[in-house]
Protein backbone atom coordinates (compact mmCIF):
# COMPACT_ATOMS: atom_id res chain seq x y z
CA UNK A 1 0.00 0.00 0.00
CA UNK A 2 1.61 3.35 -0.90
CA UNK A 3 1.50 6.01 2.02
CA UNK A 4 2.99 9.43 2.27
CA UNK A 5 2.36 12.18 4.60
CA UNK A 6 -0.37 14.91 3.38
CA UNK A 7 1.49 18.35 5.25
CA UNK A 8 -1.48 20.14 7.42
CA UNK A 9 -1.81 23.59 5.80
CA UNK A 10 -4.42 26.04 6.35
CA UNK A 11 -6.57 24.65 3.55
CA UNK A 12 -6.41 21.31 4.81
CA UNK A 13 -7.41 22.27 8.29
CA UNK A 14 -10.58 24.31 6.74
CA UNK A 15 -11.27 20.82 4.49
CA UNK A 16 -11.04 18.43 7.83
CA UNK A 17 -13.46 21.33 9.47
CA UNK A 18 -15.74 21.59 6.78
CA UNK A 19 -15.97 17.58 6.29
CA UNK A 20 -16.78 17.43 9.91
CA UNK A 21 -19.57 19.81 9.82
CA UNK A 22 -21.36 17.83 7.44
CA UNK A 23 -24.15 15.70 8.80
CA UNK A 24 -24.19 11.78 7.47
CA UNK A 25 -27.69 11.78 7.37
CA UNK A 26 -29.66 13.76 9.14
CA UNK A 27 -33.01 14.33 6.74
CA UNK A 28 -33.87 17.68 7.79
CA UNK A 29 -30.75 19.47 6.40
CA UNK A 30 -30.71 17.69 3.51
CA UNK A 31 -31.29 20.21 1.02
CA UNK A 32 -33.04 18.50 -1.65
CA UNK A 33 -33.94 21.35 -4.10
CA UNK A 34 -29.83 20.77 -5.42
CA UNK A 35 -29.44 20.31 -8.86
CA UNK A 36 -27.50 17.12 -9.58
CA UNK A 37 -25.90 17.50 -13.40
CA UNK A 38 -24.74 13.47 -14.30
CA UNK A 39 -22.47 13.30 -17.48
CA UNK A 40 -22.63 9.95 -19.72
CA UNK A 41 -18.81 10.02 -20.80
CA UNK A 42 -18.27 9.87 -24.41
CA UNK A 43 -21.11 9.12 -26.66
CA UNK A 44 -22.87 6.39 -28.91
CA UNK A 45 -20.48 7.61 -32.13
CA UNK A 46 -17.22 8.23 -29.56
CA UNK A 47 -17.58 5.39 -27.31
CA UNK A 48 -14.24 5.35 -25.37
CA UNK A 49 -12.44 2.44 -24.02
CA UNK A 50 -12.98 -1.36 -25.09
CA UNK A 51 -13.72 -4.00 -22.34
CA UNK A 52 -12.02 -6.91 -22.34
CA UNK A 53 -15.02 -8.70 -23.83
CA UNK A 54 -15.00 -5.99 -26.52
CA UNK A 55 -18.69 -3.91 -24.76
CA UNK A 56 -17.41 -0.10 -25.45
CA UNK A 57 -17.33 2.09 -22.30
CA UNK A 58 -20.33 4.56 -23.15
CA UNK A 59 -22.68 1.40 -22.48
CA UNK A 60 -21.59 1.01 -18.99
CA UNK A 61 -21.45 4.51 -18.54
CA UNK A 62 -25.29 5.17 -19.78
CA UNK A 63 -26.18 2.30 -16.96
CA UNK A 64 -24.68 4.04 -14.36
CA UNK A 65 -25.94 7.53 -15.15
CA UNK A 66 -29.28 6.25 -15.34
CA UNK A 67 -29.89 4.38 -12.18
CA UNK A 68 -27.92 7.12 -10.71
CA UNK A 69 -30.79 9.66 -11.72
CA UNK A 70 -33.64 7.51 -11.44
CA UNK A 71 -32.34 6.89 -7.66
CA UNK A 72 -31.47 10.51 -7.11
CA UNK A 73 -35.40 11.51 -8.20
CA UNK A 74 -36.60 8.61 -5.73
CA UNK A 75 -34.80 10.79 -3.16
CA UNK A 76 -36.09 13.66 -4.26
CA UNK A 77 -33.36 15.70 -5.90
CA UNK A 78 -36.22 16.35 -8.74
CA UNK A 79 -33.99 19.25 -10.38
CA UNK A 80 -30.89 16.82 -11.50
CA UNK A 81 -30.63 15.78 -15.38
CA UNK A 82 -28.46 13.94 -17.42
CA UNK A 83 -26.45 16.18 -19.38
CA UNK A 84 -26.56 14.49 -22.86
CA UNK A 85 -29.84 13.21 -22.34
CA UNK A 86 -31.74 14.76 -26.24
CA UNK A 87 -28.43 15.32 -27.79
CA UNK A 88 -25.96 12.03 -26.82
CA UNK A 89 -23.17 13.89 -29.34
CA UNK A 90 -22.98 16.74 -27.33
CA UNK A 91 -19.78 18.12 -27.39
CA UNK A 92 -17.12 18.43 -24.18
CA UNK A 93 -17.56 22.00 -24.22
CA UNK A 94 -21.12 22.43 -24.59
CA UNK A 95 -21.63 19.63 -21.79
CA UNK A 96 -20.39 22.07 -19.39
CA UNK A 97 -22.45 24.88 -20.98
CA UNK A 98 -25.34 23.13 -20.47
CA UNK A 99 -24.96 22.29 -16.66
CA UNK A 100 -23.83 25.93 -16.18
CA UNK A 101 -27.56 27.50 -17.83
CA UNK A 102 -28.85 24.65 -16.18
CA UNK A 103 -27.55 26.22 -12.72
CA UNK A 104 -26.51 22.51 -11.60
CA UNK A 105 -25.13 22.48 -7.78
CA UNK A 106 -22.52 19.17 -8.52
CA UNK A 107 -21.67 17.55 -11.76
CA UNK A 108 -20.82 14.20 -12.11
CA UNK A 109 -19.08 12.59 -14.37
CA UNK A 110 -19.54 8.73 -15.06
CA UNK A 111 -16.35 6.86 -17.12
CA UNK A 112 -15.12 3.46 -17.07
CA UNK A 113 -11.50 2.94 -16.95
CA UNK A 114 -8.69 1.35 -19.24
CA UNK A 115 -5.04 1.24 -19.20
CA UNK A 116 -2.48 2.55 -21.62
CA UNK A 117 -1.68 0.02 -24.23
CA UNK A 118 1.68 -1.26 -23.24
CA UNK A 119 -0.43 -3.40 -20.56
CA UNK A 120 -2.97 -4.78 -22.95
CA UNK A 121 -2.79 -8.41 -24.16
CA UNK A 122 -4.74 -9.85 -27.13
CA UNK A 123 -7.22 -13.20 -26.34
CA UNK A 124 -9.93 -15.08 -28.31
CA UNK A 125 -13.46 -13.86 -26.87
CA UNK A 126 -16.56 -15.58 -29.13
CA UNK A 127 -14.31 -16.00 -32.08
CA UNK A 128 -13.44 -11.76 -31.86
CA UNK A 129 -9.71 -10.74 -30.62
CA UNK A 130 -10.25 -8.83 -27.83
CA UNK A 131 -7.80 -7.26 -25.68
CA UNK A 132 -7.63 -7.44 -21.58
CA UNK A 133 -5.34 -6.13 -18.94
CA UNK A 134 -5.65 -8.17 -15.30
CA UNK A 135 -2.31 -6.01 -14.18
CA UNK A 136 -5.42 -3.14 -12.30
CA UNK A 137 -8.21 -2.82 -10.91
CA UNK A 138 -10.59 -0.64 -8.78
CA UNK A 139 -11.65 2.90 -9.25
CA UNK A 140 -10.53 6.39 -9.10
CA UNK A 141 -11.80 9.97 -9.02
CA UNK A 142 -10.50 13.24 -10.91
CA UNK A 143 -10.60 17.03 -9.61
CA UNK A 144 -9.43 19.93 -11.43
CA UNK A 145 -7.75 22.47 -9.66
CA UNK A 146 -9.15 24.92 -12.89
CA UNK A 147 -12.54 24.53 -11.64
CA UNK A 148 -13.61 27.86 -9.74
CA UNK A 149 -14.93 25.44 -7.14
CA UNK A 150 -11.81 22.68 -6.76
CA UNK A 151 -11.83 22.64 -2.97
CA UNK A 152 -15.85 21.81 -2.91
CA UNK A 153 -15.05 19.40 -5.89
CA UNK A 154 -12.51 17.85 -3.69
CA UNK A 155 -14.68 17.48 -0.46
CA UNK A 156 -17.00 15.57 -2.98
CA UNK A 157 -14.24 13.46 -4.06
CA UNK A 158 -13.89 12.25 -0.60
CA UNK A 159 -17.52 11.56 0.41
CA UNK A 160 -17.69 9.53 -2.48
CA UNK A 161 -14.54 7.87 -1.68
CA UNK A 162 -15.17 7.58 2.00
CA UNK A 163 -18.52 5.99 0.90
CA UNK A 164 -16.66 3.45 -1.85
CA UNK A 165 -14.44 2.28 0.67
CA UNK A 166 -17.00 1.51 3.26
CA UNK A 167 -18.74 -0.84 0.74
CA UNK A 168 -15.66 -2.75 -0.07
CA UNK A 169 -14.39 -1.04 -3.21
CA UNK A 170 -10.46 -0.59 -3.97
CA UNK A 171 -8.94 2.53 -5.52
CA UNK A 172 -6.64 2.14 -8.36
CA UNK A 173 -3.00 3.74 -7.97
CA UNK A 174 -2.51 3.40 -12.10
CA UNK A 175 -2.89 6.94 -13.01
CA UNK A 176 0.04 8.27 -10.98
CA UNK A 177 2.69 6.07 -13.14
CA UNK A 178 4.97 8.05 -14.67
CA UNK A 179 4.49 7.56 -18.40
CA UNK A 180 3.03 9.59 -21.39
CA UNK A 181 -1.02 9.34 -20.48
CA UNK A 182 -0.74 9.03 -17.36
CA UNK A 183 1.58 10.77 -14.62
CA UNK A 184 -1.31 12.27 -12.26
CA UNK A 185 -1.43 13.66 -8.97
CA UNK A 186 -2.48 11.18 -6.61
CA UNK A 187 -3.53 13.84 -3.84
CA UNK A 188 -5.12 11.25 -1.56
CA UNK A 189 -3.31 7.76 -2.18
CA UNK A 190 -5.97 5.55 0.13
CA UNK A 191 -8.66 7.04 -1.75
CA UNK A 192 -8.25 7.07 -5.40
CA UNK A 193 -8.15 10.86 -5.68
CA UNK A 194 -6.70 12.22 -8.75
CA UNK A 195 -5.30 16.08 -9.50
CA UNK A 196 -6.16 16.27 -13.56
CA UNK A 197 -6.27 20.11 -14.46
CA UNK A 198 -7.39 19.78 -17.83
CA UNK A 199 -10.27 17.50 -18.00
CA UNK A 200 -12.74 19.91 -19.77
CA UNK A 201 -15.91 19.17 -18.11
CA UNK A 202 -14.26 19.51 -14.90
CA UNK A 203 -12.27 22.62 -15.76
CA UNK A 204 -15.39 24.54 -17.77
CA UNK A 205 -18.18 23.83 -15.47
CA UNK A 206 -19.04 26.66 -12.67
CA UNK A 207 -20.29 24.40 -9.90
CA UNK A 208 -17.93 21.29 -8.08
CA UNK A 209 -17.40 18.75 -10.52
CA UNK A 210 -15.77 15.33 -10.16
CA UNK A 211 -14.88 12.91 -12.94
CA UNK A 212 -15.78 8.81 -11.41
CA UNK A 213 -14.24 6.42 -13.24
CA UNK A 214 -16.25 3.04 -12.01
CA UNK A 215 -13.86 0.58 -12.31
CA UNK A 216 -11.40 -0.76 -15.33
CA UNK A 217 -13.47 -2.56 -17.86
CA UNK A 218 -9.93 -4.10 -19.28
CA UNK A 219 -9.60 -6.36 -16.04
CA UNK A 220 -11.33 -9.46 -17.06
CA UNK A 221 -13.02 -10.33 -13.54
CA UNK A 222 -13.80 -6.27 -12.95
CA UNK A 223 -16.00 -6.25 -16.01
CA UNK A 224 -17.61 -9.38 -15.15
CA UNK A 225 -18.59 -7.40 -11.95
CA UNK A 226 -19.17 -4.38 -13.29
CA UNK A 227 -21.39 -5.63 -15.70
CA UNK A 228 -23.89 -7.59 -12.80
CA UNK A 229 -26.95 -5.59 -11.53
CA UNK A 230 -25.92 -6.31 -7.79
CA UNK A 231 -22.63 -4.69 -8.05
CA UNK A 232 -24.04 -1.56 -9.96
CA UNK A 233 -26.45 -1.02 -7.46
CA UNK A 234 -23.78 -1.24 -4.87
CA UNK A 235 -22.25 1.63 -6.98
CA UNK A 236 -24.88 3.73 -7.02
CA UNK A 237 -25.51 3.31 -3.31
CA UNK A 238 -21.88 4.79 -2.53
CA UNK A 239 -22.82 7.60 -5.15
CA UNK A 240 -26.31 8.35 -3.33
CA UNK A 241 -24.96 8.27 -0.33
CA UNK A 242 -22.16 10.95 -1.16
CA UNK A 243 -24.34 13.44 -2.55
CA UNK A 244 -26.79 12.87 0.10
CA UNK A 245 -23.70 13.73 2.41
CA UNK A 246 -22.75 17.06 0.08
CA UNK A 247 -26.43 17.99 0.03
CA UNK A 248 -26.38 18.46 3.86
CA UNK A 249 -23.07 20.01 3.98
CA UNK A 250 -23.40 24.25 4.35
CA UNK A 251 -23.96 25.96 1.25
CA UNK A 252 -22.41 29.26 2.14
CA UNK A 253 -18.47 27.43 1.01
CA UNK A 254 -18.02 31.01 -1.30
CA UNK A 255 -14.84 30.97 0.78
CA UNK A 256 -13.27 27.98 -0.80
CA UNK A 257 -13.74 29.03 -4.20
CA UNK A 258 -11.15 30.18 -6.51
CA UNK A 259 -8.15 28.63 -3.86
CA UNK A 260 -5.52 26.50 -4.86
CA UNK A 261 -6.24 22.57 -4.24
CA UNK A 262 -4.16 21.18 -1.18
CA UNK A 263 -0.50 21.22 -1.58
CA UNK A 264 0.52 17.80 -3.55
CA UNK A 265 3.37 15.99 -1.47
CA UNK A 266 6.08 14.50 -3.34
CA UNK A 267 5.52 11.13 -5.42
CA UNK A 268 5.72 7.89 -3.38
CA UNK A 269 9.01 5.89 -3.70
CA UNK A 270 7.10 3.12 -4.72
CA UNK A 271 5.78 3.73 -7.99
CA UNK A 272 3.89 1.26 -10.43
CA UNK A 273 6.48 0.82 -13.09
CA UNK A 274 9.80 1.82 -12.39
CA UNK A 275 10.17 3.51 -15.26
CA UNK A 276 11.72 7.09 -16.07
CA UNK A 277 8.62 9.97 -17.26
CA UNK A 278 9.23 10.67 -20.86
CA UNK A 279 8.08 14.07 -22.32
CA UNK A 280 6.04 15.29 -20.21
CA UNK A 281 3.69 18.16 -22.49
CA UNK A 282 0.72 19.85 -21.08
CA UNK A 283 -2.41 17.99 -22.24
CA UNK A 284 -4.92 20.29 -23.20
CA UNK A 285 -8.37 19.73 -23.48
CA UNK A 286 -8.54 15.83 -22.10
CA UNK A 287 -11.25 14.14 -22.24
CA UNK A 288 -10.58 10.25 -20.34
ZN1 LIG B 1 -14.04 7.45 -20.32
Known amino acids: MLY???PITSFLLSFIFLSLLAPSSSAECINRDLSIAIDVGHSPKKPGASSATGVNEYAFNK???ELLLK????????????????????????????????????????????????????WQYKDHTQHYSNDFSGFSVFVSEHNR???????????LAKELLSLDFSPSPHHQEPI??????????????????????????KMPAVLFECGVIV???????????????????????????????P?????????PLLPVP?????????QAPKDNKTDSDKDE
Open 4 to 6: FPV
Open 63 to 65: IIA
Open 71 to 122: RLLMQGFKRSFIISQRNPEMPLHSRASFANAKRADLLISIHHDSVQDKYLKP
Open 149 to 159: KAQQSLIFADM
Open 180 to 205: EGENRRLLVPEKGIYQYDELVILRRS
Open 219 to 249: NQLEEKKLSQKVYQQLIIAALERAILRFAAF
Open 251 to 259: KETAYLDNV
Open 266 to 274: EPPKTLVSP
